[in-house]
């Protein structure tokens, strides 16, 4: 993505990263976590918001008027993540499916960025996993380092 993105702060495990959401309203402090699936190297991304409990939740609508500032800082953290460990497949899907397409779309737009220094995957319906091609539907998507 071309778009900066908000500055982010990378936990100690290297596994949790946190970045501010600002607007003239709010600040939101979110939180990007990888979790690894099984004994893979694969790692499950997951964009959260924080709840009234302290928990984090991937069912919030912060409604921040930033979306293109997120979505690039989370690309940002993904490339970090991969520059990191580069032998790694960050693993997602929308939480929903409104934001599940949003993510198609930001992928489909950022395609030809990316070409040469990631590949992304999606898994069809079938659950063939495939070269991203836009304005196909997808279950899944992976994003690997080259």
């Known amino acids: 993505m071309d778009e900066r993105g908000y500055p982010f702060e990378i936990g100690v495990d290297r596994l949790i990263y946190k970045f501010e959401s600002v607007s ?3 600040t939101i402090l979110k939180t990007v976590s990888f979790e690894r699936i099984a004994d893979t190297n694969i790692f499950n991304l997951a964009l959260l918001d924080p709840v009234e409990n302290g928990e984090l939740s ?15 800082t ?8 991969l520059n990191r460990f580069p032998d790694s497949i960050v ?19 950022e395609l030809a960025n990316v070409a040469g220094k990631y590949e992304v995957y999606g898994i069809t319906a079938i659950q063939e996993v495939v070269f991203f091609a836009p304005n196909v539907d997808y279950e899944h998507y992976f994003i690997k380092k080259l």
């Open 74 to 81: 989370v690309f940002q953290i993904v490339c970090d993540f």
């Open 91 to 109: 693993s997602f899907r929308g939480s929903d499916a409104r934001r599940h397409r949003l993510y198609r779309i930001a992928i489909s737009r």
């Open 24 to 26: 003239e309203n709010k």
């Open 58 to 72: 991937d069912q919030i609508e912060s409604r921040n008027g930033d979306l293109q500032l997120v979505l690039a």
